[in-house]
C-alpha cells in the first residue's frame, strides 16, 4: 500500500511544488545558521537537495517540472521587478553613469569571448561553443541565443545555472581577498558575471550592491546578446 501511495504522490504536480518550496525554505535557515557561509548558499544547496531526491526516487525530470514550472513562471515577474529599487534610486546610477558604460562593455565582452577561446582552444564543436558563450547572462536570454545561434538550450540552462551557482560561492571570498568594500563596484561585477542568482545574494548583502547588480544583469542580457555574434 505504501508503495502505492508513493506512486500516486510522485505523480501529482502538488507534490513537488511543495517539496521545492520546503527544500528552499531549509536551506535559507540553513544559510542563517550559517552566518552566510557562500558554501552552504540555498540554491546551491537546493539544487544538490532535489537533484538527490530525483535520483533516488528515480522520478523524471518532466514529472518534476510540471510542479516547479509555477516557481519557474515567477522568474519573469521577479526580474521585472527589479526595475522597483532602481527607480527608487537613480541618483548613485546617474553619478556612476560612465563606470558602468565601460564595465559593460568590458565585463560582457571578456564573459563571451574568454568562454569562445576556450572552447575553441579545447576544439569544442561549434554548437557546443554556441551553448557556452552566452552563459553569464539570464537563463532566459541565454537559452534563446543559444537556440538562435544553433547551439542546446538544455545544456546553456545547465551552464548558466553553474556559473550563477559558482559565482555565489565565490563572490564574497573574492571580492573581500581583493579588497574591494563599494556595494556598488561589488552588486555591478556579481550581477555582470553571475546574473539572477547572485543578484538575489547581492540583495541580501547590502541593498546598493542588490540595485546595482540588477543593472549589470539587465544591461548585459542585452548586450549579451549583441555582442555574442562578434565571437562567433
Known sequence: MGEGLWVYLAASPLLWLTATLAVWIAAVGLSK??????????????????????????????????G??????LLGPATVALGIPLYERLSPVKANLFPISVALVVG??????STVLLCRAFRLAEP????????????????????????NPSLTATVVVLTGICGAVMVTPLMNA???????????AVGLASHGIDTARAY?????????????????????????????
Open 128 to 151: 557546443v561553443t554556441a551553448s557556452l558563450a552566452p552563459k553569464s547572462t539570464t537563463a532566459a536570454i541565454a537559452m534563446a541565443v543559444s537556440s538562435g545561434l544553433g547551439g
Open 33 to 66: 545558521l550559517s552566518l552566510g557561509n557562500p558554501l552552504l548558499n540555498p540554491t546551491l544547496v537546493s539544487v544538490s537537495a532535489i537533484a538527490l531526491v530525483l535520483l533516488i526516487a528515480k522520478v523524471d525530470y518532466r514529472r518534476y517540472f510540471d
Open 204 to 232: 541580501a548583502v547590502h541593498p546598493l550592491a542588490g540595485l546595482f547588480s540588477g543593472i549589470a544583469m539587465s544591461l548585459n542580457a542585452i548586450l549579451t546578446s549583441l555582442i555574442v555574434h562578434a565571437f562567433l
Open 178 to 188: 581583493m579588497r574591494v568594500k563599494d556595494f556598488s563596484a561589488r552588486g555591478f
Open 68 to 73: 516547479a514550472q509555477f516557481i519557474h513562471f
Open 108 to 113: 560582457s565582452a571578456t564573459a563571451v569571448g
